[in-house]
């Protein structure tokens, strides 16, 4: 079936580093991509999405392409901030019976220390 | 614009008791209205979803059911808590569209079961 795998956490950075978090995913046609964040005691916002290959989703400095020949999605920032800290989870969509379901990543926490 | 409630925020109940978490949206009519439990390390399981009134598909069997009794209004429920049922519980909201439609997520409920 459909999943998602993403790079296991934590992962601990210093304010202006770069970041990136692996994910890559298994699905059958061509999903779209998406990577969802999720502040401390809050639920999911969506931070970027791509919908076809070599689509490049942006958003708050984050970047993400959809690579079809290596079934990535990789997230990347070039200077995160201490308010970045927050769990990312990076997630495909599939349609089934007249829905439109999300497939998670099981997350990645990270911290950004000043 | 479109708004999404969930309550209540935190609860904590005793094994073997009821549970009842409600989640409604507003401003959109005949959304796609989804139940997510994230359990810690485990990452963000789909759980419920739904397509209207009264339709419900289970993407798990567990101790758990849900209800959508009006439109914009969909219940998780159990008669009988668990020590696992323990978790994060997040509702969402889309639009099917036919294309990279997002979904939105409500603030969620702590659910812990003692």
């Known amino acids: 079936g459909d999943s998602v795998t993403q790079m296991e956490g934590p992962v601990t950075l210093s304010e202006e580093a770069f970041l990136t978090i692996n994910c890559t995913y298994t699905a059958t046609g061509y999903p779209s991509l998406f990577w969802y964040v999720q502040y401390p005691g809050e639920g999911l916002q969506l931070l970027l999405k791509?919908?076809?290959?070599?689509d490049k989703g942006s958003n708050k400095g984050f970047e993400a392409t959809y690579r079809k020949e290596t079934t990535s999605f990789h997230l990347e920032k070039g200077s995160v901030q201490v308010s970045d800290s927050a769990v990312y989870f990076c997630?495909?969509?599939?349609?089934?019976?007249?829905?439109?379901?999300?497939?998670f990543g099981k997350g990645t926490k990270l911290t950004v220390n000043p | 614009s479109q708004t999404i409630h969930q309550w209540p925020a935190t609860l904590v109940q005793p094994v073997g008791s009821p549970l009842s978490l409600e989640c409604t949206v507003e401003?959109?009519?005949?959304?796609?209205l989804y139940w997510y439990r994230q359990a810690a390390g485990r990452g963000l399981q789909l759980l419920f979803y739904?397509?209207?009134?009264?339709?419900i598909s289970s993407e798990v069997p567990q101790n758990l059911s849900a209800s959508r009794p009006q439109d914009r209004q969909f219940i998780l429920s159990s008669k009988k808590l668990l020590l696992s049922d323990s978790g994060f519980y997040l509702c969402?909201?889309?639009?099917?569209?036919?294309?990279?439609?997002?979904?939105?997520f409500g603030p969620g409920t702590r659910l812990l079961v003692l």
């Open positions: 969402a909201w889309s639009l099917f569209s036919g294309g990279a439609e997002t979904q939105y």
């Open positions: 739904s397509v209207g009134i009264g339709q």
């Open positions: 791509a919908t076809k290959a070599d």
């Open positions: 401003g959109t009519s005949n959304p796609n």
């Open positions: 997630a495909l969509k599939k349609t089934q019976g007249g829905s439109e379901k999300l497939v």
